[in-house]
């Protein structure tokens, strides 16, 4: 069965920066997209990062230049660097997998079907 546990989340001031892992059970990575997803207090789940299962990274605008997605095949775990940390990325994250079609694929959103339980992000000003 395959799981996903997130860690590393916490309180930072704006400015600075955290890592977030996620553990992955299984041969998830081999097969899936991998992606961090972000959803604040009455706003929609938004992809914040995604990898696809060949290593191929997208970025979202509103973190780019800022978070860095990146994996460790040998120990499973994904992960998402966030350097420059503002107030309005204050957030429950997600990490989430979903099938692809080939190495290259990057999924879409509506297409992830695996969560963990997720990591509370809070960013002061």
């Known amino acids: 069965q395959e799981q996903l546990v997130e860690s590393g989340g916490g309180l930072v001031q704006a400015g600075g920066s955290l890592r977030l892992s996620c553990l992955a059970s299984?041969?998830?990575?081999?097969?899936?997209?991998m992606g961090w997803f972000r959803q604040a207090p009455g706003k929609e789940r938004e992809l914040v990062a995604a990898m696809a299962s060949g290593g191929s990274t997208l970025v979202k605008d509103p973190v780019k230049g800022r978070f860095t997605i990146s994996r460790d095949n040998a120990k499973t775990t994904l992960y998402l660097q966030m350097n420059n940390m503002k107030p309005e990325d204050t957030a429950m994250y997600y990490c989430?997998?979903?099938?692809?079609?080939?190495?290259?694929?990057?999924?879409?959103?509506?297409?992830?079907?695996?969560w963990g339980q997720g990591t509370q992000v809070t960013v002061s000003s």
């Open positions: 989430a997998a979903s099938p692809a079609r080939h190495s290259g694929y990057m999924c879409r959103s509506r297409e992830y079907n695996v």
């Open positions: 299984g041969s998830i990575f081999s097969t899936n997209c």
